[in-house]
């Protein structure tokens, strides 16, 4: 899914905890140098939500050689 806003506005969240239990794993040895870095708030924006067959930005990475 790819989502298109018609317009940006954004405020900052103030955040007490952060919990994501994807990373969990990740975040406990810092594997990857995942850190939190900001909440932000996007209410009110007219959006639509659109389907998507590929990701363009792995399609281009397909058609180098050796890439799979």
Known sequence: MRLKTMNW???PMKVQ?????IY???L??????????CALSMRGIAHEWHEM???P???SQR???GVS
Do not use: K, Y
């Open 57 to 59: 930005e792995l399609a």
């Open 28 to 37: 406990a040895n810092n594997a990857l140098g995942i850190q939190f870095d």
């Open 17 to 21: 905890s952060v919990h994501a239990a």
């Open 63 to 65: 058609s180098q050689p």
């Open 9 to 11: 506005q954004m405020e």
């Open 53 to 55: 067959n590929e990701v």
């Open 24 to 26: 969990e794993r990740l």
